[in-house]
């Protein structure tokens, strides 16, 4: 049965994406703890990251990397927050949350909802600062 993210990835959800590769995807978070949330999400369906192969491990954290770069010039925040826990979703992703204290990386910070043209705002905040990394 697919994920939620299996469903926005092969379009059959709509999502906000800001990077899209053929291992895995960055798109905007609907329950965002911050401005410019976004989730890293393998391509393949594998629920536990430790699961996942050294090789997809370190390409998901090299464009975490190269997003939470991103996110820090469109949003001022003091750092980018990452956390991996797995238990909302059955397929690994990794939260890169624009941050200015640690207590602001909680789930329960997290929106019920947000406003899809703030969605678009953000990714385009984030898409914009990708082209000035090049």
């Not at 629920?47 to 370190?58: I, K």
């Not at 975490?64 to 991996?84: D, L, T, V």
């Amino acid at each position: 049965m697919s994920t939620i993210f299996t469903k926005i990835l092969d379009g059959e959800i709509p999502g906000t994406f800001v990077h899209r590769d053929e291992r895995c995807a960055v798109f905007m978070s609907i329950n965002p703890m911050a401005p410019g949330h976004a989730l890293v999400v393998p391509v393949a369906e594998i629920e536990h990251w430790v699961d996942a192969s050294p090789d997809l491990v370190a390409h998901l954290f090299a464009v975490s990397h190269r997003i939470g770069r991103a996110q820090q010039q469109a949003f001022p925040c003091e750092k980018i927050g990452m956390i991996i826990a797995g238990y909302e979703v059955p397929h690994a992703h990794i939260h890169l949350v624009p941050t200015n204290h640690e207590s602001e990386l909680s789930f329960a910070n997290a929106a019920a909802s947000v406003d899809r043209d703030d969605l678009e705002a953000w990714a385009d905040a984030i898409r914009t600062a990708l082209k000035s990394l090049d």
